[in-house]
């Protein structure tokens, strides 16, 4: 299937101190976006943090910006006049950049990951709807994925020209979004992020030193800015206040998106369309089958992922080349769309089942690299290795998808993974919203492991009292001693 022929959908479900965000290809759930309010990401934002340590063997220093975790700032994320790319550009020993006990305002590029700080940059990037602002930069990049040569001289002029009138203009990046729009919305976009960064810069100076001083958008306003292209034709949106606020963020900055938002309202859970929840839950599992009779295996470990194909019981070709062939074929698609959907990045190695034919092996990685194309997250692929593995990395700025829904499982050991008692919590919400939309009943009684109530009473319990409120029933808790942590029944009474 060509690119020209993708229709996407994106669904977004809110549910108490919770936010879910499904991007969807022809039907097929591709990514997912999950916000806690008790756990935010913390990409994008900005912080005026202190130096607790500096590195000089590693050129590195720890920032304090007020977290649990002080933060990790390489040297070469230190601006010192050149851009971070460059390709001229030397890296100065960071005790010439930097000293301990110092101030310094960063910006968070990934998200803290297991046991690691968040990664710092003192390279300020403020993103909008066509533009990515540099203050430290200079010049105008144009994204490589705008292919058009005419097209992308007439962006760059453009900006060039709208820099050119600026006391303090920096760099600019025109994002792929920026493809065929007008002069006014680009100079739309440029007096928007500049009146940001000039509040940064208000804050910065007034602003006590291990401080938030900016924060990022919410994320079904990040979904509007970052996600939606030319081929979303709609974002379903289920919640009434999300709606409004989303409608309201694309009148003032993206009035073409207005007429895409609606707002869904019927009985049958977002999720559950083209069978989402469903496809989440999958993901989870170690295995995933191939419609041959094949299988993929995932295992995520802190090194790396690795990926190992194998034919199962498909056996439905006249030779074994052509058999392996065609698994491997269709296992390239899977495992493109798994890498999405789980999120995982880092360092992969895809073991393929040996192929002696170099025009299946050719083809396969060809199927693979097409596969990939639609990824928003940056990627590399290296030939096949020697040993017939294909190494391959994925930027990684977030948690995958599995450590955000799951901890370490303590009834094997941590050989495994369970369900975390906060996500129960948002199962219960949601199963507790089904219910409410298909029976009547008086009042409902929630049956789970003691660790899920303690939490229902505890930190989430605003989120208990907003769903109590927004079905206008009581919820009683009782705790049961025989279920496992995930376990848990909502019986209507």
């Not at 409004?244 to 963020?249: I, Q, R, T």
Request: charged content about 30%; hydrophobic content about 40%.
């Amino acid at each position: 299937m060509t690119d020209e022929s993708q229709r996407e959908e994106i669904l977004v479900n809110v549910t108490p101190r919770e936010v879910r965000a499904a991007l969807l290809e022809n039907g097929f759930l591709q990514e997912v976006y999950i916000e806690r309010a008790a756990r935010r990401g913390l990409i994008s934002n900005i912080y005026k943090g202190k130096v607790s340590r500096v590195l000089p063997g590693m050129q590195a220093a720890f920032i304090d910006i007020g977290l649990e975790r002080t933060g990790f700032l390489h040297a070469s994320d230190i601006s010192n006049g050149h851009s971070p790319d460059a390709a001229d550009a030397t890296t100065p020993d960071i005790r010439e950049l930097i000293r301990e006990g110092s101030e310094v305002v960063v910006q968070v590029v990934k998200d803290p990951l297991g046991t690691k700080g968040a990664r710092l940059s003192t390279f300020i990037t403020l993103p909008s709807r066509f533009l990515v602002l540099l203050p430290a930069g200079s010049g105008v990049g144009v994204s490589a994925r705008i292919e058009d040569e005419g097209e992308r001289e007439r962006l760059r002029t453009m900006l060039e020209d709208m820099l050119q009138g600026l006391d303090e203009p920096g760099g600019v990046i025109i994002r792929t979004a920026a493809e065929g729009a007008p002069a006014e919305a680009l100079r739309a976009d440029l007096n928007f992020l500049l009146k940001i960064w000039s509040a940064v810069q208000l804050k910065c100076s007034k602003g006590k030193v291990k401080t938030l001083i900016h924060e990022d958008l919410p994320l079904p306003i990040r979904i509007m800015r970052d996600m939606v292209t030319s081929d979303v034709e709609q974002i379903l949106v289920d919640s009434d206040e999300d709606f409004a606020s989303m409608k309201a963020f694309a009148a003032s900055f993206l009035p073409e998106l207005e007429p895409k938002l609606v707002h869904y309202k019927k009985r049958r859970p977002i999720f559950d369309l083209h069978g989402v929840e469903d496809e989440i839950k999958k993901s989870l599992d170690r295995s995933i089958p191939l419609k041959s009779g094949g299988y993929a295996i995932f295992d995520q470990t802190e090194a790396m992922t690795t990926v190992d194909v194998n034919t199962g019981g498909y056996v439905g070709h006249r030779n074994l080349e052509e058999t392996i062939y065609r698994t491997n074929l269709e296992a390239a698609v899977a495992i493109a769309r798994q890498l999405r959907l789980r999120n995982l990045g880092g360092i992969i190695i895809i073991d393929f089942i040996d192929m002696e034919v170099e025009e299946h092996r050719n083809r396969v990685m060809e199927v693979l690299e097409k596969s990939l194309a639609r990824d928003h997250a940056r990627h590399h692929l290296t030939p096949v290795s020697p040993l017939g593995l294909v190494e391959m990395t994925r930027k990684r700025t977030r948690e995958s998808l599995q450590r955000i829904l799951c901890k370490d499982c303590s009834y094997c050991n941590s050989r495994g993974f369970i369900m975390s008692a906060e996500t129960v919590c948002f199962e219960v919400f949601r199963e507790v919203i089904r219910q409410h939309r298909q029976f009547t009943f008086d009042e409902l009684l929630v049956l789970a492991h003691q660790d899920v109530i303690d939490l229902l009473l505890d930190e989430e319990s605003n989120g208990l009292l907003e769903l109590e409120q927004q079905i206008g029933k009581p919820i009683r808790l009782q705790p049961e001693s025989l279920y496992l942590l995930d376990q848990f029944d909502v019986v209507l009474i």
